[in-house]
Nanobody, 123 residues
Framework: QVQLVESGGGLVQSGDSLTLSCAASGLTFSRYAMGWFRRAPGKGRAFVAAITSSSDNTFYTESMKGRFTISRDNAKNTVYLQMNSLEPEDTAVYYC????????????????WGQGTQVTVSS
């Protein structure tokens, strides 16, 4: 049984940094592309970032480039999202996703989703 478990969310102030983690189990992690999405209040789920299985390429939504960094540790079966200079507009539930095909992550149709972790940024 595949599980993706996010952690690291919480309440922070505008300008703060936060690192989310997503621990994967039940799959051969090193063979999967991983991604992060978020769902802001009243909005649909939106792509944030993705990383290839071997970390050789990363991709970001344009508005998050330079503030967010996705990384992974295949030895720990974990993907991370480092978020800097957080703004109230970053308030959302953040989800990680896994798929052997990076394109399916772009399409928001990954094989697996995590349950999400709440990030709240106060002004």
């Amino acid at each position: 049984q595949v599980q993706l478990v996010e952690s690291g969310g919480g309440l922070v102030q505008s300008g703060d940094s936060l690192t989310l983690s997503c621990a994967a189990s039940g799959l051969t992690f090193s063979r999967y592309a991983m991604g992060w999405f978020r769902r802001a209040p009243g909005k649909g789920r939106a792509f944030v970032a993705a990383i290839t299985s071997s970390s050789d390429n990363t991709f970001y939504t344009e508005s998050m480039k330079g503030r967010f960094t996705i990384s992974r540790d295949n030895a720990k079966n974990t993907v991370y999202l480092q978020m800097n200079s957080l703004e109230p507009e970053d308030t959302a539930v953040y989800y990680c996703a896994a798929d052997s095909n990076l394109l399916e992550i772009y399409r928001a149709r990954p094989d697996y989703w995590g349950q999400g972790t709440q990030v709240t940024v106060s002004s």
